[in-house]
């Protein structure tokens, strides 16, 4: 088993920045890839960013690139998602996931498919004010 544990969430004004933390905890002697996806009431829960296993790639949803930074130390168990210039659209639940199936040569697709991910943190919520 694995256990997920979100933070660095909170109130945050248009054009902030805030980082959000991930810790992994349990089963972690592989390193797998992890993923940050955002939930908004009464809609689907969405791709954010991914990366892969080693860190080496990265991936993001349109509406965050250039803005957001996902990043891993894998000697901690933990990711991380850098938010900058926030905007009023980006207020969410953000979770973390992890997936112990996918694989280096997979494409960028497949890390945004919520059914690829095994494990999911609690969530922690993400307010932006205009």
């Known amino acids: 088993q694995v256990q997920l544990v979100e933070s660095g969430g909170g109130l945050v004004q248009a054009g902030g920045s805030l980082r959000l933390s991930c810790a992994a905890s349990?089963?972690?002697?592989?390193?797998?890839?992890m993923g940050w996806f955002r939930q908004t009431p009464g809609k689907e829960r969405d791709f954010v960013a991914a990366i892969r296993r080693n860190g080496d790639r990265t991936y993001y949803g349109d509406s965050v690139k250039g803005r957001f930074t996902i990043s891993r130390d894998n000697a901690k168990n933990t990711v991380y998602l850098q938010m900058n210039s926030l905007k009023v659209e980006d207020t969410a639940v953000y979770y973390c996931?992890?997936?112990?199936?996918?694989?280096?040569?997979?494409?960028?697709?497949?890390?945004?498919?919520?059914?690829?991910?095994?494990?999911w943190g609690q969530g922690t919520q993400v307010t932006v004010s205009s």
């Open positions: 996931a992890l997936s112990t199936g996918l694989r280096d040569y997979e494409g960028a697709y497949s890390y945004t498919l919520l059914r690829n991910y095994d494990y």
């Open positions: 349990g089963r972690t002697s592989n390193t797998y890839a």
